[in-house]
Nanobody, 120 residues
């Protein structure tokens, strides 16, 4: 299993970032995928998930309307477009494979994480 996340960085509040996840070791096109995040001292939490075709998406209430998840099965890639970032979005973001629900314990595979820091 090889999931590689990238695109994190430092951004000011109100700014935007796009995270990318490349899957080089799975049957990506058949796999529901998603993003989770973990802030310092907190549990890993669900951010967004997308079904295998990219048609069905789900979002945490805290990011709904600001974040957009998408995928390109031809490139084995998934994106998380994050707009209007807030300080509370600061966390390590993990791409995940086999995401059939919003619970981290049911995720099949994890990427290494990418840090997003939002300065206020």
């Amino acid at each position: 299993v090889q999931l590689q996340a990238s695109g994190g960085g430092l951004v000011q509040a109100g700014g935007s970032l796009t995270l990318s996840c490349i899957d080089s070791g799975r049957t990506f096109s058949k796999d529901p995928m998603g993003w989770f995040r973990q802030a310092p001292g907190k549990e890993r939490e669900f951010v967004a998930r997308i079904n295998w075709s990219g048609i069905i998406t789900y979002y945490a209430e805290s990011v709904k309307g600001r974040f957009t998840i998408s995928r390109d099965n031809a490139k084995n890639s998934m994106l998380l477009q994050m707009n209007d970032l807030k300080s509370e979005d600061t966390a390590v973001y993990y791409c995940a494979g086999g995401v059939s629900s919003g619970e981290a314990k049911y995720v099949d595979a994890w990427g290494q994480g990418t840090l997003v820091t939002v300065s206020s």
